[in-house]
């Protein structure tokens, strides 16, 4: 692995900011130790080359959940419908 460099956790958390700053720039790799045993590698995210086509992404109108409600006879109108919930919940607070 090249660009490899040892640092204690010590070493890490004085020079955290630099240390993050090597790795997405410099694509360094860390490998840091605690009283001398290695213990976590600090590596530079790789991207895949590929990244979905927003063409893709599927409507909202395709989601299987959409117009489950279209046959409920008391919602055909919504603004009613949360209209009467709302006036209901706020007598059963009172």
């Not at 895949?48 to 919602?75: F, Q, Y």
Request: aromatic residues 6%.
């Amino acid at each position: 692995m090249q660009n490899l460099q040892v640092i204690s956790t010590k070493e890490l958390r004085d020079n955290l900011a630099e240390v993050l700053e090597r790795v997405a720039i410099a694509k360094q790799t860390f490998l840091v130790s605690k009283f001398g045993r290695e213990k976590v590698m600090i590596v530079p995210v790789i991207y895949p080359v590929m990244t979905p086509a927003r063409e893709e992404r599927r409507s909202l109108a395709d989601h299987p959940a959409c117009g489950i409600w279209n046959k409920r006879e008391e919602m055909k109108d919504p603004v009613k419908w949360v209209s009467k919930l709302r006036i209901k919940q706020s007598l059963r607070l009172g």
